[in-house]
């Protein structure tokens, strides 16, 4: 069975231009979050969604910064317009309601900002 | 309430030795706490998990031993190898929520 899968694996923009990641969950999993990676903060949680629905945007650092999952099998988060300071590892990762809570994560999104 | 904090930043550990993390949590309603392994270049993955209702689990060469009173709880690896060297994380979770907190990572390095 296929794990999380991440698109682009590695991403390199310009200051100001737009960037959509994008994840594919695994089948039949109902929550999906979106992380955050960096050495000086760590792994931070975005945004979750369960059954497709936002649960908790908390962690979503600006309004630059969007999420959707129009439906079980993708996601999406978006950045417009980026920065530099938005240079990080973006995960996406999956879960089965019911537990046991595991969460099972992508490979990751590597983004520079220049 | 919502931080754990997580201790040491880095570590090394000769091969054969005992590596030991630990992490401590303020927030009582936490009732899951997650050890994830992360290596360079991948996605952290679970490596073992436990509920505040037991003191102990061991997986292997891994064990959780968790202190309820004092809200901490550790990874211990035993017989430590050089393929343990990867970056570790635990976390903590509320009732059902599936919503994690992290701790910052400890980079672990098992000398060959």
């Known amino acids: 069975d296929a794990g999380v899968i991440q698109s682009p694996r590695h991403e390199v923009t310009e200051m100001g231009q737009e960037v959509t990641l994008r994840c594919k969950p695994i089948?039949?999993?109902?929550?999906l979050f979106w992380y955050r990676q960096t050495m000086m903060r760590g792994l931070e949680l975005l945004i979750y969604f369960n059954n497709n629905v936002p649960i908790d945007d908390s962690g979503m650092p600006e309004d630059r910064f969007s999420a959707k999952m129009p439906n079980a099998s993708f996601s999406t988060l978006k950045i417009q317009p980026s920065e530099p300071r938005d240079s990080a590892v973006y995960f996406c990762?999956?879960?089965?309601?019911?537990?046991?809570?595991?969460?099972?994560f992508g490979p990751g999104t590597r983004l520079t900002v220049t | 309430q919502q931080q754990v904090k997580q201790s040491p930043q880095s570590l090394i550990v000769q091969k054969g030795g005992i590596s030991i993390i630990n992490c401590a949590y303020e927030?009582?309603?936490?009732?899951?706490f997650p050890w994830y392994q992360q290596f360079p270049g991948k996605g952290p993955a679970l490596l073992i998990a436990?509920?505040?209702?037991?003191s102990e689990k061991k997986e292997g060469r891994f064990t959780i031993s968790f202190n309820k009173s004092a809200k901490q709880f550790s990874l211990h690896i035993m017989d430590s190898q050089p393929g343990d060297s990867a970056t570790y994380f635990c976390?903590?979770?509320?009732?059902?929520?599936?919503?994690?907190?992290f701790g910052t990572g400890t980079r672990l390095k098992v000398l060959a």
């Open positions: 436990i509920r505040p209702d037991v």
């Open positions: 976390a903590a979770s509320r009732g059902g929520t599936y919503k994690y907190i």
């Open positions: 927030n009582t309603a936490f009732d899951y």
């Open positions: 990762a999956s879960s089965l309601a019911g537990g046991p809570y595991e969460q099972y």
């Open positions: 089948s039949g999993h109902d929550y």
